[in-house]
């Protein structure tokens, strides 16, 4: 079916450390896949986005990297600050939609 | 702010009541989502249209419906409504090509809430 894993669903760090979390997908044709971030209350945003035709991105402090073989994809942090709190989404490609995990609560404590 | 607009804000209605949602995409964008987000939950694609036409179908009730007009502006009617239809509710708009997925912007939500 058409379903995205997220793990962990919750995720706490100490200031300065690094944060992982990991998706997988089903569906071999996916070929886009966005992280989207969303504080309390507010709009989901897109942090990072990676295409299938690459293996890594990075942007400052963040970075995906996805495994088509295995069908996962993952979003790092690092040197983590108490802005990065958030909920933070991932999402595959499915024929013309995206289908969203089910969210990771990062906390980052100072 | 991603471009994306939507009215009204917050929402209170009564059960067996209906209410529509108002979206408006980015300029240029022809493709609008709309998303449901209960309290602790992701984010449920409900349907998306491009251009006027229905593109894609997710998890949307029957008592749910959606549409996009000329100017791309869409409204998402739900009738009938039930205490579980309180939620947060989204649209999301691209550029869109045939067979290409790309970023969606979010709108900032409306929020339902059904007594």
């Known amino acids: 079916g058409e379903n995205v894993e997220q793990h962990p669903s919750t995720l706490s760090v100490q200031e300065g450390d690094s944060a992982v979390i990991k998706c997988t997908y089903s569906d071999s044709a996916s070929n886009y896949f966005p992280w989207y971030k969303q504080e309390l209350g507010k709009r989901p945003q897109l942090i990072i986005d990676?295409?299938?035709?690459?293996g890594e991105k990075k942007d400052q402090r963040i970075a995906v990297t996805l495994n088509k073989t295995a069908k996962h994809f993952s979003l790092h942090i690092t040197e983590t600050q108490p802005e990065d709190s958030a909920v933070y989404f991932c999402?595959?490609?499915?024929?013309?939609?995206?289908?969203f995990g089910a969210g990771t609560i990062l906390r980052v404590k100072s | 702010d991603s471009g994306v607009t939507q009215t009204p804000k917050h929402l209170i209605t009564a059960t067996g009541q209906r209410v529509t949602l108002r979206c408006s995409p980015r300029s240029g964008d022809l493709s609008v989502y709309w998303y449901q987000q209960s309290l602790d939950q992701g984010l449920q694609f409900l349907i998306q249209y491009y251009n006027g036409e229905e593109r894609a179908k997710g998890n949307i009730l029957e008592r749910f419906s959606a549409q996009q007009f000329p100017d791309l502006h869409s409204e998402l009617n739900l009738s009938s409504l039930e205490l579980g239809d309180s939620a947060l509710y989204f649209c999301?708009?691209?550029?869109?090509?045939?067979?290409?997925?790309?970023?969606?912007?979010f709108g900032p939500g409306t929020r339902l809430t059904v007594l």
């Open positions: 999402a595959a490609q499915y024929g013309n939609k995206l289908v």
């Open positions: 999301a708009s691209s550029v869109e090509g045939v067979s290409r997925v790309n970023e969606q912007f």
């Open positions: 990676i295409r299938s035709n690459v």
